[in-house]
Structures are given as C-alpha cells and as structure tokens.
C-alpha cells in the first residue's frame, strides 16, 4: 500500500477563482491519477499524471480548466481554474503501485464553490 | 457498452445477518476486478483484486468470488463497523488501451 496525504482537506471558493489541491505520497511511484467524486456518482478519472511527461487527460476535461503538474515522482497538484459551482466535488489523487492498475487514495479534498 | 452496475444501491442489516453485495459487469479482456471500501469524508480503501473465474479472496469477515460476469462481496455476521459505501471496478483491455472503470457503490448500515 502506501500512504498519501492531500491538502487541503476541504475549502469553500468564490466562483471565478482557482485552487491548487496538493498530493504527497510516502515513497516513489510512477503513476498518479485524479479523481472527482460528486455527490451519489461514481469516481471519474480527470487525469493521469506520470513524472517527465505530460498530464493525460479523459474526454471531458481539459488542462486549462484543470492544469496538472508532476515535478518528481511523490509529488502532485491538480488546479481548478474559474471555478463554477458545478465544480463542487470531492477531488482525490490516487497511485498505482504495480501493473495490474490496484490503486491507492488520499483522503480526498472537499471542494464547495459559491 | 462496457459497463459495470452494483447492486443493491443500498442495504440495512442487523449485526450478525450476512448478505452479499453484488457487481456486474459486461467488458471484454477482462485485466483485473477490484473491490473497495469507502466511508465518509474519506478515500476509497482497497480490500481486494480478483483476476480470474473461480477466484476467492477473504479479509476478517469479507469473501470476494468472481465468476465470468459479475462479483460478490459477501459479508458474514457483519458488525455496525462495517457499515461503508463498498465499490467495485473493472479494469479491461479496450484495444491497444486498458481502461478502468467504477460502479456507483453500494452503501451497507448495519444496525447494532
């Protein structure tokens, strides 16, 4: 397994603004992934981030509205950018250990915009 | 359509009356099913892999079965701390891709 730790734990925005939620992980990996959770719906992968390349991210979002960065290899942030209420969510960062895609997650960060 | 559904969407049990929790999925190449608990305010929490038909894994009072279209989690003599949203997801080859998908979970009280 290991441990991840996320920051901030929840926060309350004004729309038009933007944050940066930051991922820690206790020991190297390769993969890194971002999660959104909205209230009664299922996880939905926004991206994955792996050291030394670019951000990969799934149909329906993009890096200007969710800029990723990965400058080594226990280390995320995920921007949320002119944020909208519709943005409310719980957003977490997961790992992957091995090949076989088991996952790890943080705690997760609680997201409200108003 | 891939596709992963669990069911029921919701479930109340009285300490010490097992029942079993259900995911269903319909991919091809199937890589890998995973099974994970979640509580409130918190991440997921992995409890198990599954890989082939005919596959079991147990954790305490969990079993984890795979057959060639669907999962069970059965929970035997559950205790009110077990009470969680409990998740499954499937990962499978989609072409030269291998994709992961989530089932929407199912919420498990247990009474005292």
């Known amino acids: 397994s290991a441990v991840i730790s996320q920051k901030p734990s929840r926060d309350i925005c004004q729309r038009g603004t933007s944050l940066t939620i930051q991922c820690q992980v206790d020991s190297q990996v390769t993969m890194m992934f971002w999660y959104r959770q909205q209230p009664g719906q299922s996880l939905t992968l926004i991206a994955t981030?792996?050291?030394?390349?670019?951000?990969?991210?799934e149909s329906g979002f993009v890096i200007d509205k969710f800029p990723i960065s990965r400058p080594n290899l226990t280390f995320s942030t995920l921007t949320v950018s002119n944020m909208s209420p519709e943005d409310s969510s719980i957003y977490l960062c997961?790992?992957?250990?091995?090949?076989?895609?088991?996952?790890?997650f943080g705690p997760g960060t609680r997201l409200t915009v108003t | 359509e891939d596709q992963v559904t669990q069911s029921p969407e919701a479930l109340r049990l009285q300490e010490g009356e097992s029942s079993s929790l259900n995911c269903s999925y319909t991919?091809?190449?199937?890589?890998?099913l995973f099974w994970y608990r979640q509580d409130p305010g918190k991440g997921p929490e992995f409890l198990f892999t599954l890989y082939s038909a005919g596959e079991e894994k147990e954790k305490e009072r969990l079993k984890a079965t795979l057959t060639k279209k669907e999962s069970f989690l059965h929970i035997t003599a559950p205790k009110p701390e077990d009470s969680a949203t409990y998740l499954c997801?499937?990962?499978?080859?989609?072409?030269?891709?291998?994709?992961?998908?989530w089932g929407l979970g199912t919420s498990l009280a247990v009474n005292p």
């Open positions: 997961s790992v992957q250990r091995h090949t076989n895609y088991e996952q790890y």
């Open positions: 991919v091809s190449g199937l890589r890998g």
């Open positions: 997801a499937v990962h499978f080859r989609a072409g030269n891709n291998r994709k992961l998908i």
């Open positions: 981030a792996n050291q030394g390349s670019e951000a990969t991210y």
